[in-house]
């Protein structure tokens, strides 16, 4: 699928742009079940398993800055990671044996939808090895009013920054003060509907608030090699802390996208650093930020 200047481009940068990642029809269906998602919104008064409410949200108004694991509220979320141009981007870019780590649907609400403060995926949840990727597919027309990614080329080369607040707890985003953070080399990621995002694990990266008048509608799937394996202490480890070992194997085998789960993790000399101690507030990463008191790189 990817021509070799677009794999060496991802290596060198983190990040990639990859038009028509799944069919009109493919596209047409994801957006009709996520506006059937946001309608059933509209009797949620707080923020739970499934939506992660915004400010002002009501009946009349329902306004989200996430659905949570859209893989799991609707299955065809995830058959169209297993069977569209998104797989074998996955496959080119990962290998064949591979897993998704998470997935939720930013639904960023307009006229001034929550900014997502700039950070490092790393930093919630380090694993044995850095073979991870998060892929943004746009459910409709991005452009530079809704809030679009942005990330800086070439930081998944870099140290994993501090995301911790003065008070040493983890706050999910970095400190814009930090002399280590460059938002001058910043690029700003746009498409149109069914083009998608690609940034490495350890890429920095960001996005301001909505300024527009419609929503921006973005699939974001967190995958990795299928070796990798979470380390103690971060996110993806802690939710299974208390599962049996035959629980957590057939959850991680559940989570297999193409290929075979490995049993066998490959340990790399990677640069870790735990996301602890945690925030009040761990339900999203809107949540850690605000409860952590994270500071803002968009205000003005």
């Given at each position: 699928?990817?021509?070799?200047?677009?794999?060496?481009f991802?290596?060198?940068?983190?990040?990639?742009?990859v038009?028509?990642?799944?069919?009109?029809?493919?596209?047409?269906r994801?957006?009709?079940?996520?506006?059937g998602?946001i309608?059933?919104?509209?009797?949620?008064?707080?923020?739970?398993?499934v939506y992660?409410?915004?400010?002002?949200?009501?009946?009349?108004?329902?306004?989200?800055?996430?659905?949570?694991?859209?893989?799991?509220q609707?299955?065809y979320?995830?058959?169209?990671?297993?069977s569209?141009?998104?797989?074998?981007?996955?496959?080119?870019?990962?290998?064949?044996?591979?897993?998704?780590?998470?997935?939720?649907?930013?639904?960023k609400?307009?006229g001034?939808?929550?900014?997502v403060?700039?950070?490092?995926?790393?930093?919630?949840y380090p694993?044995t090895n850095?073979?991870?990727?998060?892929?943004?597919?746009?459910?409709?027309?991005?452009?530079?009013?809704?809030?679009?990614?942005?990330?800086?080329?070439?930081s998944?080369?870099g140290?994993v920054?501090s995301?911790?607040?003065?008070?040493?707890?983890?706050?999910g985003?970095?400190?814009?003060?930090?002399?280590k953070?460059?938002?001058?080399?910043a690029v700003?990621l746009?498409?149109?509907?069914g083009?998608?995002t690609?940034?490495?694990a350890?890429?920095?990266?960001?996005s301001?608030?909505?300024?527009s008048?419609?929503?921006?509608?973005?699939?974001f799937?967190?995958?990795?090699?299928a070796d990798a394996?979470p380390?103690l202490g971060?996110?993806?480890y802690?939710?299974?802390?208390?599962?049996?070992?035959d629980?957590?194997?057939?959850?991680?085998?559940?989570?297999?996208?193409?290929?075979?789960?490995?049993?066998?993790p490959?340990?790399?000399?990677?640069?870790?650093?735990?996301p602890?101690?945690?925030a009040?507030?761990?339900?999203?990463?809107?949540?850690?930020?605000?409860?952590?008191d994270?500071?803002?790189?968009?205000?003005?």
């Amino acid at each position: 699928m990817l021509t070799n200047e677009q794999t060496a481009f991802y290596r060198d940068n983190g990040y990639l742009m990859v038009e028509d990642a799944v069919t009109s029809d493919q596209l047409n269906r994801l957006r009709e079940i996520t506006h059937g998602l946001i309608e059933k919104s509209r009797d949620v008064s707080e923020s739970d398993d499934v939506y992660d409410l915004d400010e002002g949200h009501g009946p009349e108004n329902p306004r989200l800055t996430r659905i949570k694991l859209p893989h799991e509220q609707d299955p065809y979320f995830w058959d169209v990671l297993k069977s569209s141009r998104m797989t074998d981007v996955l496959t080119d870019l990962l290998g064949p044996d591979t897993a998704i780590q998470t997935s939720k649907l930013n639904t960023k609400a307009p006229g001034g939808g929550a900014a997502v403060e700039w950070h490092q995926d790393w930093a919630f949840y380090p694993h044995t090895n850095d073979d991870m990727l998060a892929f943004g597919l746009m459910l409709e027309d991005v452009d530079l009013e809704n809030g679009p990614l942005q990330v800086i080329p070439g930081s998944h080369k870099g140290p994993v920054l501090s995301h911790h607040n003065a008070k040493g707890v983890f706050c999910g985003a970095v400190d814009p003060d930090d002399p280590k953070f460059e938002l001058e080399k910043a690029v700003t990621l746009t498409g149109r509907a069914g083009s998608m995002t690609v940034h490495h694990a350890r890429t920095l990266h960001g996005s301001a608030p909505n300024m527009s008048d419609r929503n921006r509608m973005i699939v974001f799937y967190e995958c990795r090699a299928a070796d990798a394996w979470p380390l103690l202490g971060g996110g993806a480890y802690m939710k299974f802390a208390q599962a049996s070992q035959d629980e957590l194997w057939r959850h991680a085998q559940s989570c297999v996208i193409t290929g075979e789960l490995s049993h066998v993790p490959r340990c790399e000399a990677v640069p870790v650093s735990l996301p602890l101690p945690p925030a009040p507030d761990t339900g999203s990463i809107f949540k850690t930020q605000k409860s952590g008191d994270a500071k803002s790189a968009f205000a003005a």
